[in-house]
């Protein structure tokens, strides 16, 4: 998506300082009509933007992921996935999924990346029998960053009938290495569902 936030329009009265080089000797500031890079509504209110477009072209907000549009006509369905200005679309219509992208385009302005390769980690490779849908560049990374890339591998991501305590052990000084670490590894489990259990157990200690 070109320029995602500058699209949203602001609820709320938001104001700035002239930009500098332009001539301002009564000492004015400017009133936003549209959200800036630098607010913190900024992505809140790009994506109001979004949804309201697609909710009118008649796809549904998903309940359980407010990130996935949904399009059912017939026995024909699009989905649209959405992660801040990175858009994600595919459908058993090829119609309904250029008419979308024609819309959006025409609405905000998109750059068409063609067939899907990488989105958000995930690897997509194609073949005769399908799709792969892979981690491993994303994984390598993780454990490189966390130091156990040369470590053995073992059978079970956790030992068996192995407890955590929160009351046990020292406390750290800064827990946000942690909790990078646990977020990663939860995007890891939507292709390696045996992570799915530690995952949620790390969840608890964040």
């Not at 009133?31 to 630098?38: I, R, T």
């Not at 993780?142 to 046990?168: F, R």
Request: hydrophobic share 35%; glycine share 4%.
């Amino acid at each position: 998506m070109n320029n995602a936030f500058l699209h949203g329009d602001l609820d709320e009265e938001e104001y700035m300082e002239v930009p500098k080089g332009i001539l301002n000797l009564s000492n004015k500031v400017c009133k936003l009509k549209k959200s800036l890079y630098c607010l913190k509504q900024a992505s809140r209110q790009w994506f109001s933007e979004l949804s309201s477009t697609l909710i009118s072209l008649g796809y549904q907000q998903s309940k359980n992921d407010y990130s996935l549009f949904i399009n059912k006509l017939c026995t024909n369905i699009t989905l649209i996935v959405v992660y801040v200005d990175d858009i994600l679309i595919t459908g058993s219509n090829q119609a309904e999924v250029e008419h979308v992208k024609q819309h959006v385009h025409n609405c905000f302005g998109i750059k068409d990346l063609g067939r899907l390769h990488y989105f958000l980690g995930l690897e997509v490779s194609y073949i005769s029998e399908g799709i792969i849908l892979s981690y491993k560049k994303f994984t390598t990374e993780m454990l490189k960053d966390s130091g156990l890339l040369d470590l053995k591998p073992v059978s079970t991501p956790l030992p068996l009938n192995y407890k955590l305590n929160p009351e046990e052990g020292d406390l750290l000084s800064d827990p946000t290495y942690y909790r990078a670490m646990v977020d990663r590894l939860n995007f890891l489990t939507n292709t390696r569902l045996d992570l799915s259990f530690t995952a949620q157990t790390l969840s608890q200690f964040i």
